[in-house]
């Protein structure tokens, strides 16, 4: 697995860590059940504090990705297919929206757009 | 508190070793020359010696701030100071026995003596470590100088009065020999737990 | 939260100089940096947790108990100051040899272990070493009785660049059990901007907080504005300014400005600046 830290994101960098680790499991890079690395190896592999880990964690936990074993680390949850899908569906609306940011820049209606769309989706 | 001793020795391995070699040189020519009462007094300038040479090394290398930082209490620190002088006194007294034994043909008379020369370095470290605890190595070492100038004053009038002092305690029964030697010690040792008990009053108020 | 130290109404005055009173309780489990400038007090308050000095009043616990009623609790805090105080004659084995008979919890391996990946010789004398060489064997020393807090006053100050990245390394890894603490004086503060998970910082004798890092940072804001502008923002959120030829730059409290302002992150050390110079 892969995460990164950009120092030069406004993001903070707890935020960094959890959309990251996120990404991964809705992906299935992370199976169900897989052990996450702990908060303390991951915040000493990445230099960062342990509360910024703990952090990024909390908030996957809460959100229901993750769940934590006392004395055992975290694992991934079993997913919620309705959680997922809510989460892709957020990603697909992003992305339509950078689209819809780029095309006004170039003058492109939300029309043209729609037609662009259909072509590159085909339809039956 | 053997830690500490063993870091004073080795800290300073040169010192002690040239100590040995001329405290030996000295012994094997009292020997020679016939003139073996000059060993118990070597082991009463010893202690002071190797207790100042000691502290002067932990001061130069601000040593006590470590020493602190281990799990060794203050009362131990102190009383590690004392170990070579202990030694040393407890030489002292064996070889008052054996020089004196000769001379005398009995035990009792030498172990007055060697009773006295013993509590000799006791009572000067006692006096010595409190004040190096309290004013350093450097101001220390003049009070050591002024404790030699006093024993050097001490033994000069010992071996001018020494055939006095035999026939006094001569005088003092032969079966009490033994018991005044046990109390002339246990007085010595009070004395010293005296000091140490001052000496680690000194470390737990000072500012390291 | 449980606490590796605990200190309370901390006095201690010199003719000169009065620090406290101090009120600092460091949680277990994380890397707590003290910052301040020279002279702020830090060796101080470290001295008197350690029992190297004497306070005037107030209360300090490590692990619940006093240090100067129970020495033996010096096995489980392992100190590097920022010299090492052993005579230059020792040879690094004689040290360890010394070390085993004052630590009822000395392991042998485990600093041989450090010896070996520091590349100190056990031959070499103690006056031989080079400072980063010194700081090495006070840490291996720190690190190989089983000490489960670690005090560093200053001891990163003067090593070059590389060095302290290899210590930082060393204490990340004492920091992998939850039960390890790290207390960290330091006016370097690269080191600790990254790792540190709190950051007490001292000015003048006095604490002026005791934070974790990311809530500083997050807190904060930096803002370079004219000197009309200025005039625009709540005199409250403004904690430090720099005033130049051109315009100020502001360090604010982002809570208390709007959110259409333009603010950057500050670091550790744009936070201790701004508050110990900009008189506001």
């Known amino acids: ?124 | 508190m053997i830690g500490i001793f063993y870091k004073d020795i080795v800290s300073s391995k040169l010192s002690y070793f040239l100590t040995v070699i001329i405290s030996l040189v000295i012994i094997f020519y009292a020997i020679s020359q016939h003139q073996t009462i000059f060993i118990p007094f070597l082991f009463v300038y010893l202690p002071i010696i190797l207790t100042g040479v000691a502290f002067t090394v932990e001061e130069q290398s601000s040593n006590i701030k470590f020493i602190l930082t281990t799990p060794i209490s203050h009362t131990t620190y102190v009383k590690s100071k004392y170990i070579f002088t202990l030694c040393f006194s407890f030489l002292e007294y064996i070889s008052s026995l054996v020089v004196f034994k000769d001379q005398f043909g009995n035990l009792q008379t030498p172990s007055l003596i060697g009773a006295l020369v013993f509590s000799l370095p006791i009572i000067i470290t006692s006096i010595q470590i409190p004040c190096i605890l309290k004013f350093g190595a450097e101001k220390g070492r003049i009070i050591m100088v002024a404790t030699y100038f006093g024993l050097f004053a001490l033994s000069n009038l010992l071996s001018d009065k020494l055939e006095v002092i035999i026939s006094k305690l001569q005088n003092i029964g032969m079966s009490y020999a033994y018991l005044v030697t046990a109390g002339i010690c246990l007085s010595i040792l009070m004395i010293m737990a005296i000091s140490i008990k001052i000496g680690t009053l000194i470390v737990q108020y000072k500012e390291y | 939260m449980e606490y590796a130290i605990e200190v309370h109404q901390l006095i201690k005055r010199y003719e000169d100089f009065t620090l406290g009173p101090i009120d600092l309780k460091v949680p277990k489990g994380y890397l707590i940096g003290y910052i301040g400038e020279n002279g702020s007090g830090k060796s101080t308050t470290l001295k008197a947790i350690l029992g190297l000095i004497q306070p005037d009043s107030g209360k300090i616990t490590v692990f619940g108990n006093q240090v100067k009623d129970n020495p033996q609790l010096l096995n489980k805090i392992g100190v590097v100051f920022d010299n090492l105080f052993l005579p230059g004659e020792m040879k690094l084995k004689e040290v360890g040899k010394y070390c085993s008979l004052s630590f009822t919890t000395w392991q042998s391996k485990q600093f041989e272990e450090y010896l070996h990946q520091f590349k100190l010789s056990p031959n070499k004398k103690v006056k031989d070493l080079s400072r980063g060489m010194k700081m090495k064997l006070s840490l291996s020393i720190a690190l190989s009785h089983q000490a489960e807090l670690l005090i560093l006053d200053e001891a990163t100050s003067g090593l070059d660049p590389v060095v302290r990245d290899e210590i930082l390394d060393i204490l990340l890894e004492f920091l992998q059990n939850e039960s390890h603490t790290v207390l960290i004086s330091s006016h370097i503060l690269s080191d600790l901007e990254k790792t540190a998970d709190y950051i007490a910082f001292l000015h003048k004798g006095k604490l002026l907080f005791m934070e974790q890092k990311d809530q500083l940072i997050e807190e904060y804001g930096l803002c370079s504005v004219s000197n009309e502008a200025m005039k625009t923002i709540d005199p409250e959120a403004i904690v430090g300014k720099r005033s130049h030829a051109f315009g100020q730059e502001l360090l604010v409290k982002r809570s208390l400005v709007p959110e259409s302002m333009e603010l950057s992150k500050p670091s550790i050390e744009d936070i201790m600046i701004f508050i110990i110079k900009g008189e506001v």
């Open chain 1, 1 to 124: 697995m892969n995460i990164q830290i950009s120092n030069l994101s406004s993001e903070p960098i707890y935020l960094q860590i959890k959309n990251q680790l996120k990404a991964a499991i809705i992906t299935g890079e992370m199976k169900e059940d897989e052990q996450l690395p702990s908060i303390r190896y991951l915040a000493k592999e990445l230099r960062i504090s342990v509360i910024t880990t703990k952090r990024a964690y909390d908030e996957l936990e809460a959100e229901g990705f993750i769940t934590s074993v006392q004395g055992k680390g975290s694992f991934v949850s079993r997913q919620n297919e309705e959680l997922i899908r809510e989460e892709q569906l957020k990603q697909i609306e992003e992305a339509l929206m950078e689209a819809i940011e780029k095309g006004k820049l170039i003058g492109l209606t939300i029309e043209d757009l729609q037609k662009n769309l259909e072509v590159l989706g085909g339809h039956d």
